[in-house]
């Protein structure tokens, strides 16, 4: 009898977490006899029959895959389109699945890939393929629809809640002889919970962040250094968090790096801060300093909340639960119990609900006058960045992290020439 087996794949960018919903795979498939396969740099491994072989991974490997960032099996950014534009790309990925005996698929992603594990399962039923597609929640932009929380988004979180605070008593040492504003750029394209995260870091307005800029909200220029100027001048300093994606009251991102688009057709963002510090300086005459974090935002796994850590590792066993259960088109999501005592749990929903439909800040967790988060945000976000999740450390002073061996199948198929 052939052994049937489950792929798994990571997509997008990846998080602190990521490998800690791959250990959950892992860890819940192995414990119910099932083989599993990764694919090798996402959905483009899975085209390109690069399939490895996790069972030739040690037990200890798998669980420090739970504590070590990146993605172990690297990830792509690479988006099939409808079933009639890219039919030959999905058809060489149903021939790939049937020549490996793939009976599951769990897709670790954000929107764009929970669009693909979608459009996969109505492929395979399509073809009278028993197959059963789970998408996998993950996006350090938390703007995935139906699920509380999105695994990936309280770590990142946490370090530009921790980034900011002590970036701001570096400035208010300073302030008197020197820097007077600092701009901090967070991830977000068109959805501002990270630059909301960074609110945390302050309870009071005298305390940083003085100014938050969302994607939600249209970018003004004069009246945003009329504030920054009033800032400065009742506290003394200004810390200035801003999302890459804001806009001015046209649509344009303030800031477009210029790099064309991905292959998700985002245009590639970066320098928000940058921009902000040139006019503040060149406005107001005050002296700046700007920083942008970019990839230290997802990758700095040791200042992961312990709760993000956890709720990763638990979608991964739920995925893999689902899908023995054939719940085909279904993502484990989170479902928020309770704010205080924090309590959540994990429920399947339909990925046709979560699908390319993001979830930007609601207009309730904003402000009224733009620039910072309100105590409903505060309580939304306070229990997602709470906890320290376990990390070892060597002798040398740095985390102990893992490199698998990650040993390729054989492949099968002629190669893909797509």
């Known amino acids: 009898m052939v ?38 740099n996402g959905i483009l491994g899975a085209l390109r029959e690069e399939l490895i072989d996790t069972s030739k991974e040690s037990v200890a490997a798998i669980a420090a895959l739970a504590h070590t960032p990146g993605g172990a099996f ?48 109505q492929l395979a039923q399509a073809f009278g393929y028993p197959l059963t597609c789970v998408g996998v929640p993950k996006t350090i932009d938390n703007d995935l629809a139906v699920t509380d929380t999105c695994p990936g988004f309280g770590s990142a979180a946490k370090y530009t809640a921790v980034s900011v605070r002590e970036a701001a008593l570096d400035v208010a040492a300073m302030a008197e002889t020197s820097t007077k504003v600092f701009v901090y750029e967070a991830m977000g394209r068109h959805a501002g919970w990270l630059a909301a995260a960074a609110g945390l870091a302050g ?17 003004d220029e004069a009246v945003f250094l009329a504030q920054v100027d009033k800032v400065v001048k009742r506290v003394g300093y200004c810390v200035v968090v801003a999302s890459e994606g804001i806009r001015s009251a046209d649509g344009r991102f303030v800031a477009d790096a210029g ?25 107001l005459g005050y002296k700046v300093h700007w920083a942008l974090p970019d990839y230290l935002q997802r990758s700095a796994r040791h200042i992961a909340s312990k709760n993000d850590w956890a709720q990763a590792q638990a979608v991964g066993k739920a995925a893999v639960q689902y899908a ?6 279904v993502m484990p999501v989170i ?9 959540w749990k994990i429920e399947p929903a339909p990925l046709s609900k979560v699908a390319n439909h993001e979830k930007t800040m609601p207009p309730s967790f904003i402000r009224k006058d733009g620039f910072g988060i309100t ?18 450390y060597g002798s040398d002073g740095l985390p102990k992290y893992v490199t698998l061996k990650n040993v390729a199948i054989k492949k099968k198929l002629p190669a893909w020439e797509g």
């Open 335 to 343: 479902v928020r119990s309770a704010d205080a005592p924090y309590r």
């Open 375 to 392: 105590a409903k945000a505060r309580t939304y976000l306070a229990p997602l960045i709470k906890g320290e999740a376990p990390l070892p």
């Open 74 to 121: 690297g990830s792509c950014r690479v988006k099939l389109k409808s079933l009639e534009a890219d039919r030959a790309r999905y058809e060489r990925l149903l021939d790939v699945l049937k020549a490996h005996h793939v009976r599951w698929f769990l897709y670790n992603g954000g929107n764009d890939s929970a669009d693909t594990a979608w459009k996969v399962s």
């Open 203 to 219: 309870a009071t307005p005298d305390e940083a962040p003085h100014i938050i800029l969302f994607p939600e909200r249209a970018y």
């Open 259 to 283: 790099g064309g688009t991905d292959a998700f057709g985002h245009a590639q963002l970066g320098g928000v801060a940058s921009y902000l510090a040139g006019k503040v300086k060149d406005a």
């Open 3 to 40: 052994e049937s087996t489950l792929l798994y794949a990571q997509s997008g960018g990846v998080t602190a977490v990521i490998n800690a919903t791959a250990s959950g795979v892992i860890t819940e498939a192995r414990r119910r006899k099932i083989k599993v396969l990764a694919a090798r």
């Open 324 to 329: 023995l259960k054939g719940m085909n088109a």
